[in-house]
């Protein structure tokens, strides 16, 4: 009898690009992998958090756009839209993912970051579509929203274009003006911008928000983010090329997008597809693009970008332009310190007993009354262990921290009720419960020195004093902090760090950004660092004390057996 054969599962283009990608068959940025790695992670683990992945939703929006789309301009004028391989599997992802408990869609939020001429406009005029009619949603109210009406009719009219040419899409879809709109279902889908008046009235199911670095405040995306709370299954879709502004909203929405494919959030309503060449690649090499153009040398003409880099190599004025708007590059941008695949490696435990009595450094960094306080402990080698070992302490008042939660998005109530704050009473920072914390963390560790800066500190630092400790001024300029931040990054490459993989350490550590003078000194910057890193600036001011003090063990006072 012949034997016969199991046959192979048969992949769809979505999965085969995927498996593709992880093949090192294609190339793309790391941050598309990183959105790639955890789609594969959930597929394996996801279930413990209420997740599930549903292909028959995710084939049926790719499979809408083939049988009801076109595309409507240049050489693709008139032909179905057959979505790219990569567009298939982010769309396979964005709408595969569903909650077991509700059913509704797992992603609330998609931040896309794509390079110029990739058509992400189309895509997302025909996800507004589909949004509109495809998924039967009865009184679905879909928006595409820009800074002007200009902007934002952009997706709305090659909706509308799309929905004329089809015979199926017209014989539902009723088009005035500015307005599509079912009859039967009560569903619409109009164009919006930040001028309009009426946004705070509306109840949208899905938004399109086009361009979103141009966009000079929150405020559209605020509102929305507000409005999306009347319904049980929306989604917000920020469309964008990079920017420059790193105090936009679009660099927020960048950042968080990052935390989250990094791991440092976790937040699974978020989904991120942010393409473009990576830091360390050379623009000027050809086969780093496809990482901003997937569809280079199909929708994006390679003789074209060729022209744009020959440009950009003669004129310094257009090599900005080409790097962000073909190569989605952020331009001017200062690049996070801390490369944290590295600083994970340094994550060996810091168990507290074998730390009692053993000599180690303090240091402070105090907030004003309603920030971060922040007190580390660091433990220099000592004996047998080789290890530079860090125990920090943070503190936030209690009353705010809802208000901050919200506001920054950051879960400090997580992280306090792990232990890994401490919530003094009221609504301001109480000094005396810090230094309460200190006075106890005094009768576990020997605790040689404590240095501060003296901004907000004059008061704890003389109560400090009266209780015995040896407390130094260390100042925040770069003859302070030059030698010691480097001398971090030197115990984070050399693994001689071991920081217990404390997950607000590590969240601060990501944040870092540094000054560099002329001469090549720096230090942490925390006007640049648009978010906390108190734990890490105290970290160096006792890494720097400690490397001008040697460590000896105490020897025991002597007492004679007949006094």
Known sequence: MAKTRSKKPVLSVAEQWIADVVAGKILTSKLVRKQIDRHLRDLETGHERGLYFDADEASRVIEFFERFLEHTEGE??????????????????????RRKDTGYRRFRYAYNEEG??????????????????GRGEAGAQVYSAATDKKTAKLVWDTAALMVRRSPVLSSKITIFRENMHIPNTASKFEPCASEDTN?????????????????PNSGVWDVFVSAMGKRRD?????????????NSVCWKQREYSCKVLDGIFEDDSWFAWISGIDDEDDWEDERNWVKASPGLGTIVSLEDMRQQAIKAKNDPSALNSFLRFRLCRWTEAHTAWMPMHRWDACAQPVDLL??????????????????????????????????WRVLPRFFLPEESIQER????????????????FHLTPGR????????????????????????????????????????GFQMIEWGQGISSMNAPT??????????????????????????????IDPAGNLKPDKGRSKEKIDGIVALIMALGRAMHVPVTPKRASFKPFFL
């Open 76 to 97: 693709w004028d008139g032909k179905p839209f057959i979505l790219t391989p990569t567009q298939q599997a982010k769309t396979w992802i964005l709408y595969g993912w």
């Open 405 to 420: 939660v919200k506001r920054d998005r950051v879960p400090y109530d997580v992280w306090a009720r792990q232990g890994l």
């Open 428 to 467: 301001i920072i109480n000094y005396d419960w810090i230094q309460a914390d200190i006075l106890k963390l005094r009768g576990e560790y020997d605790i040689r020195e404590i240095v501060f800066d003296r901004w907000n500190s004059s008061g704890i630092v003389a109560n400090l004093e009266q209780e």
């Open 354 to 387: 074998p730390l009692r009595r053993r000599p180690c450094f303090g240091a402070m960094d105090l907030s004003t009354t309603t920030d971060i306080s922040a007190f580390v402990l660091l433990f220099p080698p000592f004996g047998d262990d080789p290890l």
């Open 116 to 133: 110029r001429g990739t058509g992400k406009s189309a895509y997302a005029s025909g996800l507004c579509i589909y949004e509109l009619i």
């Open 199 to 215: 946004l705070l009235g509306l109840r949208p199911s899905f938004i399109v928000l086009d361009e979103l670095h141009v966009h």
């Open 486 to 515: 480097k001398r971090l990054m030197e115990l984070v490459l050399s693994e001689d760090l071991a920081h217990g993989n404390n997950p607000v350490l590590r969240w601060m550590a990501s944040n870092v950004m540094v000054y």
């Open 234 to 246: 929306p989604l917000l879709f920020a469309i964008t090329n990079s920017g420059f502004d790193r």
